[in-house]
């Protein structure tokens, strides 16, 4: 069993910043790639940022300059800095990663957490 557990979502004025942090939990064998998505009301979930077990990233067109991906390997735990926020950064935003369990060694699933409603409104 695994679980994802966000934290760190809510409202902030135009060009305010939020950090969310995202950790994994349970019979962990090995983690791959953990990112960040989130889905905006009417629309299509959207990648925001990856980052693989080595910390190489890759982040969205829309958001580069002003978030910022990383993770803590030892605390199975990824980060999104959010900084300069929009009101177009308003959405639910989900943690994401790839996991083997200790009965699933070898077999990497993708896990999703609850998702974190940020809102950024003045």
């Known amino acids: 069993q695994v679980e994802l557990v966000e934290s760190g979502g809510g409202l902030v004025q135009p060009g305010g910043s939020l950090r969310l942090s995202c950790a994994a939990s349970g019979s962990i064998f090995w983690i791959g790639s953990m990112g960040w998505y989130r889905q905006a009301p009417g629309k299509q979930r959207e990648l925001v940022a990856t980052?693989?077990?080595?910390?190489?990233?890759n982040t969205a067109d829309s958001v580069k300059g002003r978030f910022t991906i990383s993770r803590d390997n030892a605390k199975n735990t990824v980060y999104l800095q959010m900084n300069t926020l929009k009101p177009e950064d308003t959405a639910v935003y989900y943690c994401n990663a790839r996991i083997s369990t200790v009965q699933t060694m070898g077999v990497n699933n993708d896990y999703w957490g609850q998702g974190t409603q940020v809102t950024v409104s003045s």
């Open positions: 980052t693989t077990s080595s910390g190489s990233a």
